[in-house]
Nanobody
Framework: QVQLVESGGGLVQPGGSLRLSCAAS??????MRWYRQAPGKRRELVAS???????TYADSVKGRFTISRDNAENTVYLQMNRLKPDDTAVYYC???????????WGQGTQVTVSS
């Protein structure tokens, strides 16, 4: 079984920065993703990164967020800069295994952007 352990969430003022981390154990992973879900809204894909480093971003975060990964450590990061109140959400790590393509989810970490 793959376990995803997230960290880095918290409270930050508008314009501030946070870095989220998601450490995986159990299997080598292909695509790794960050989702978020704000109150009253559907869960949305924020960013993704493939095993060869190809990245995608939601339009709402493009230019402000950066996704990266350390394949040796099976860890994915989300650097969030110039945060806005609309970024407030629970952020979830998602990863897919190389061997079987099985998807796994982290427990979620709360990001609150408020003055």
């Amino acid at each position: 079984q793959v376990q995803l352990v997230e960290s880095g969430g918290g409270l930050v003022q508008p314009g501030g920065s946070l870095r989220l981390s998601c450490a995986a154990s159990g299997s080598i992973l292909s695509i790794m993703r960050w989702y978020r879900q704000a109150p009253g809204k559907r869960r949305e894909l924020v960013a993704s990164i493939t095993s060869d480093g190809t990245t995608t971003y939601a339009d709402s975060v493009k230019g402000r967020f950066t996704i990266s990964r350390d394949n040796a450590e099976n860890t994915v990061y989300l650097q969030m800069n110039r945060l806005k109140p609309d970024d407030t959400a629970v952020y979830y790590c998602n990863a897919q295994t190389i061997r079987y393509g099985t998807n796994y989810w982290g427990q979620g970490t709360q990001v609150t952007v408020s003055s």
